[in-house]
Nanobody
């Protein structure tokens, strides 16, 4: 079973930018970023399939961009215009056989593979 390892988290000032990455050790069809802020549930941020299908949470549209390097099995999340409310643990998720729709890509249970998370902090 493939494993996912995130990197690139850190602290950045409001309005700043940051890129987080996730390397998968095996094949995944869909990969996604989720995040969990202190005291809140985990929410989907962005998803991408190997066919280039992408989706974003409304809260990050226009500020975050999800991308992948298929050859390297690497997922990226380019974050700009960061705000204190973006502070969270960011998790990479993936699955080799989940073919998403608009109504399903946000569902955590659809993803078999999860990373350990990388912390992103935007101080207020």
């Amino acid at each position: 079973q493939a494993q996912l390892v995130e990197s690139g988290g850190g602290s950045v000032q409001p309005g700043g930018s940051l890129i987080v990455s996730c390397v998968a050790s095996g094949y995944t069809y869909i990969m996604a970023w989720f995040r969990q802020a202190p005291g809140k549930g985990r929410e989907a941020v962005a998803g991408i399939t190997r066919d280039g299908w992408t989706r974003y949470a409304d809260s990050v549209k226009g500020r975050f961009t999800v991308a992948q390097d298929g050859a390297k099995n690497t997922l990226y999340l380019h974050m700009s215009g960061l705000m204190p409310e973006d502070t969270a643990m960011y998790y990479c998720a993936g699955d080799p056989a989940f073919y998403p729709h608009d109504s399903t890509w946000r569902e955590e249970v659809r993803y078999k593979l999860w990373g350990q998370g990388t912390q992103v902090t935007v101080p207020s």
